[in-house]
């Protein structure tokens, strides 16, 4: 374990440094680091082949062609991000000169859009199959969802990330959005029983098909 963590960290020193100072030669890497060369290609032969990294020769009027190592815009999603003390500036903005209720209007646009963009693939699906669309859906927005069945008909959604957290918590209506969203694009009725917004491990949708009425009774 002391050396995957050891080698973990030399990995993620390279990947700030060429963040830092830009590309960089193995010799360069290997001084400010206080390693070897043949530790340092190591490293950057494994971040190349994960796409992190990538090589490019510079020709010199002398001596050998010099190889410069940098990274790919993949890298940049291992750095830490602070956009939503953006978004939430942005927010506190149009509230302070619009209103609240217009911060209200954005996430409704939003549910909006998202409801004319997946309505479509949820046509003429049975509830089950809608289920797992959405989960697949909101996976690849990076909500790590799942999805389960229960014995009664009814099923559960379970998100154990939630991108828009720290919105979430300032902006309640992010989350009254979501469920709206949800039920539009399920056909069925909701109740959410835990937010990460409000503290909860993940946020938990148990869901129960809507009652038919038959109008010729």
């Known amino acids: 374990m002391k050396n995957a963590q050891e080698s973990g960290s030399t990995r993620q020193m390279i990947m700030t440094l060429l963040k830092m ?14 390693i070897t060369e043949m530790g340092v290609r190591r490293h950057l032969l494994t971040l190349e082949r994960e796409g992190l990294a990538r090589t490019k020769v510079v020709r010199q009027a002398m001596g050998r062609p010099l190889h410069l190592y940098s990274l790919t ?80 008909g009814t099923y559960e959604i379970r998100e154990y990330n ?11 209506k992010a989350c009254q ?18 937010c990460m917004a409000e503290g909860g491990h993940c946020c938990h949708y148990t869901i129960r098909p809507r009652t038919r009425t038959n109008p010729e009774q």
């Open 73 to 152: 815009d993949r890298a940049d999603d291992y750095f830490p991000k602070n956009y939503h003390h953006l978004t939430l500036d942005l927010l506190r903005e149009l509230e302070l000169s619009s209103g609240r209720e217009a911060v209200h209007g954005l996430f409704e646009g939003r549910r909006r859009r998202l409801l004319a963009q997946y309505a479509p693939t949820m046509e003429r699906r049975t509830l089950e199959e809608r289920v797992a669309e959405l989960t697949r859906v909101q996976n690849a927005g990076g909500y790590m969802a799942e999805w389960s069945a229960g014995e009664d």
């Open 21 to 34: 100072k830009g590309p960089q030669p193995i010799a360069a890497l290997a001084g400010q680091l206080g």
């Open 162 to 172: 939630c991108p828009i957290r720290q919105v979430a918590v300032q902006y309640g």
């Open 177 to 194: 959005c979501e469920q709206h969203l949800f039920e539009e694009l399920l056909d069925a009725n909701l109740s959410r029983t835990e």
